[in-house]
Nanobody
Framework: QWQFVESGGGLVQPGGSLRLSCEAS????????IGWFRQAPGKEREGISC????????DYADSVKGRFAISRDSARNTVYLQMNSLQPEDTGHYYC????????????????WGNGSLVTVSS
């Protein structure tokens, strides 16, 4: 149902930064709250951040709060995730998603995933 393209991942040393981008085609991101999820090797996918339709409200998992920042650019139909102070435990595939509601997506309600962007934090 949803069509997302994530980009910006790569290999970074601990303490480094990356900026992920989430683009959508076929629908307007500014009509939905958008969440970022990640899946570490051997672990289940988890929600780590969300941004409201207007961009005025953001939410973060405790594991990333203070280090990650979500933002959006309606003109670009893009949502971003700035990741700072990256640590090895941040390694994994990162996905953006919506769940068909105007609000922050809930993992069980997400019906469609993009390919994700791989983030590897290693020395």
């Amino acid at each position: 149902q949803w069509q997302f393209v994530e980009s910006g991942g790569g290999l970074v040393q601990p303490g480094g930064s990356l900026r992920l981008s989430c683009e959508a085609s076929g629908f307007r991101l500014d009509l939905h709250a958008i969440g970022w999820f990640r899946q570490a090797p051997g672990k289940e996918r988890e929600g780590i951040s969300c941004i409201s339709m207007s961009g005025g409200i953001t939410d973060y998992a405790d594991s990333v709060k203070g280090r990650f920042a979500i933002s959006r650019d309606s003109a670009r139909n893009t949502v971003y995730l700035q990741m700072n102070s990256l640590q090895p435990e941040d390694t994994g595939h990162y996905y953006c998603a919506a769940d068909g509601t105007p609000f922050c997506p809930v993992l069980p309600r997400v019906n469609s995933w993009g390919n994700g962007s791989l983030v590897t934090v290693s020395s």
